[in-house]
């Protein structure tokens, strides 16, 4: 975030927004944990995971008018932002 004081209302927007978009089943939003292990990174003022049972649930997602307003308002007041996608191939 451009100001880290922004972080506990971005949570909120979050979890306002984001966590009852159909086909989220799973989801946290928060600040880093700081346990002291030197090789965990800290670098970050929001870390937010969101969890799909498929691809479609995530592409919907995507575009969901929660999801695409949320970034719309956020963007100007993000410093960067890093996303990974990650597919659980286990089933």
Partial sequence: LK???DAAALIADCDDRLASIPGVVS???GTPLDTGREN???GFDVGIFVGFM???DYAAYVVHPNHVGLVADWRPRIEW???HDVLDGTE
Wanted: with cysteine.
């Fill in 27 to 29: 989801y946290y939003c």
């Fill in 54 to 56: 498929s691809e479609a």
């Fill in 81 to 83: 932002l890093r996303v």
């Fill in 3 to 5: 100001n880290p004081a």
């Fill in 40 to 42: 965990v990174d800290l």
